[in-house]
């Protein structure tokens, strides 16, 4: 009656004294060894802040994960000098800091054009980057791990992405490269 396309996932055969959960647990605790041999790092997650908003931006995040009392603003600002539109996502600390809304080359003041939580963002926009939400509880000991150690914020990846080589990448590169090639032409 066994499905035999199951047969080849099978790892091991136990017999436990025990049904249900106790019997469960007792399989676990007899198939550690062989259990701790099995990989199951796929690669498809990202956690933290900016990772995960640019793998939403890419369209790569399924599932986004979010801590219940996430406490991050998300502050649209604009460079009164430049009409330049900067997002920044600050906590509370952050947020005290006037050195966040000063443009760093310039010391230009930056004008604050909305500000709202990461949170309600995400509640009110995660549809458009084609994924689902879900929201998490720190009063478990995974919720608690997931907000001290990821920081309240990741998500499963439809496909494997490595972040980091997306942190090389810049739009100040691109903008350097294109205003050599217009000094060329004078």
Same mark, same amino acid.
């Given at each position: 009656?066994?499905?035999?396309?199951? /047969?080849?996932? +099978?790892?091991?055969?136990?017999?436990?004294?025990? /049904?249900?959960?106790? /019997?469960?647990?007792?399989?676990?605790? #007899?198939?550690?060894?062989?259990?701790?041999?099995?990989?199951?790092?796929?690669?498809?997650?990202?956690?933290?802040?900016?990772? %995960?908003?640019?793998?939403?931006?890419?369209?790569?995040? *399924? %599932?986004?994960?979010?801590?219940?009392?996430?406490?991050?603003?998300?502050?649209?600002?604009?460079?009164?000098?430049?009409?330049?539109?900067? +997002?920044?996502?600050?906590?509370?600390?952050?947020?005290?800091?006037?050195?966040?809304?000063?443009?760093?080359?310039?010391?230009? *003041?930056?004008?604050?054009?909305?500000?709202? #939580?990461?949170? *309600?963002?995400?509640?009110?926009?995660?549809?458009?980057?084609?994924?689902?939400?879900?929201?998490? %509880?720190?009063?478990?000991?995974? /919720?608690?791990?997931?907000?001290?150690?990821?920081?309240?914020?990741?998500?499963?990846?439809?496909?494997?992405?490595?972040?980091?080589?997306?942190?090389?990448?810049?739009?100040?590169?691109?903008?350097?490269?294109?205003?050599?090639?217009?000094?060329?032409?004078?």
């Amino acid at each position: 009656m066994f499905d035999p396309r199951l /047969g080849a996932k +099978i790892l091991n055969v136990v017999d436990v004294s025990y /049904g249900g959960e106790d /019997g469960f647990n007792q399989a676990i605790v #007899l198939s550690s060894e062989i259990l701790s041999n099995v990989k199951q790092d796929t690669g498809k997650y990202v956690f933290g802040v900016d990772d %995960t908003l640019k793998a939403l931006e890419m369209g790569a995040v *399924e %599932t986004l994960i979010v801590w219940e009392n996430l406490d991050i603003t998300r502050y649209v600002l604009k460079n009164t000098a430049t009409t330049e539109t900067i +997002i920044k996502h600050l906590n509370k600390e952050q947020a005290a800091n006037n050195s966040n809304f000063r443009d760093a080359e310039t010391s230009v *003041e930056l004008e604050v054009q909305a500000k709202e #939580l990461l949170l *309600e963002w995400f509640a009110n926009e995660y549809k458009k980057f084609g994924c689902s939400l879900e929201f998490v %509880t720190n009063r478990s000991q995974q /919720g608690s791990q997931f907000c001290r150690g990821f920081g309240g914020i990741g998500g499963i990846l439809h496909y494997q992405l490595d972040m980091r080589s997306f942190d090389d990448l810049s739009d100040d590169d691109v903008y350097e490269d294109s205003d050599e090639d217009n000094d060329d032409s004078d």
